[in-house]
């Protein structure tokens, strides 16, 4: 006689196969990763100290005191504190578009993370968009704090100009996190550390990004440093947040910049040492 299962007996177990979740989606691949690197990137300390906290001893530090002088030049007429916002806006974008990804990439190769991460189902596309992703996420932080901070010290931007000083900033941090992957993916990590260090000094003193290279430098010197991208993005943002206009030469000089940074990068980056 053929039996049959009593009514209401539970059903077999499910096989390991089926009772496994299915596979993530490259999608949420890429946001988790992002998630894990914006963390990692918002509670790294010395990150912290050269993305936010030096561009806002920049911001204070240059709106008490009267030097120098921007009453003159393309900027007279205008508020102190209006043409110096953008400039440390610009500077925090290069602190963390560039610095930090060039000493994070490079120690990522030594430590074999880089190596690691592009074997899994994530991919090396996908690593690369997430870290662009939580490069940008920071970047919004940053713009947020010290734009209140600005506020609070009297800048008021035009709402006409932010749109433009959106493209102006995904331009810089495409960039600059370009430029972070030439020097992060193929030097020694140590090389890099004190490099990225150094160009941040040399920029954000001379490079134009923290005040209009016209009213720091000769005409000559100027003319040249005016092609550099730190003082491109600086430019960029002075023009949309003070003016509220897209200067298409600094747009132009920084798409440049990005195009020839993700070439080299492209064929020099290493995944390991």
């Not at 996420?137 to 931007?157: C, E, K, T």
Request: glycine share 12%.
């Amino acid at each position: 006689m053929t039996g049959t299962a009593p009514t209401g007996s539970a059903p077999p177990p499910a096989s390991p196969a089926s009772a496994a979740s299915p596979p993530a989606s490259p999608a949420r691949r890429v946001l988790a990763q992002a998630g894990f690197e914006t963390r990692g990137l918002l509670s790294h300390g010395e990150q912290l100290v050269v993305s936010l906290v030096l561009p806002l001893m920049a911001l204070v530090a240059l709106a008490l005191v009267p030097y120098p002088d921007l009453a003159t030049g393309p900027w007279a007429g205008r508020e102190r504190i209006d043409v110096l916002t953008p400039g440390v806006l610009a500077l925090a974008v290069m602190s963390t578009a560039f610095t930090g990804q060039a000493i994070l990439l490079a120690f990522e190769r030594r430590w074999g993370v880089l190596r690691l991460l592009g074997t899994t189902p994530l991919g090396r596309g996908g690593l690369l968009l997430a870290k662009a992703l939580s490069v940008l996420v920071v970047i919004a932080v940053q713009l947020i704090v010290l734009g209140g901070v600005a506020a609070l010290l009297g800048w008021r931007p035009g709402p006409g100009g932010l749109l433009p000083a959106a493209v102006v900033v995904v331009l810089g941090a495409a960039a600059f996190a370009l430029l972070a992957a030439c020097l992060g993916g193929t030097l020694r990590a140590e090389a890099v550390l004190a490099l990225a260090n150094l160009v941040w000094v040399l920029l954000a003193a001379g490079g134009g990004v923290l005040l209009p290279v016209s009213s720091m430098l000769p005409p000559a010197v100027a003319a040249v440093v005016g092609w550099l991208p730190s003082a491109a993005l600086g430019d960029g943002l002075r023009a949309a947040l003070v003016e509220g206009r897209l200067a298409v030469v600094p747009a132009l000089v920084l798409l440049a910049w990005a195009l020839v940074a993700g070439l080299v990068a492209r064929r020099a980056l290493r995944w390991s040492d």
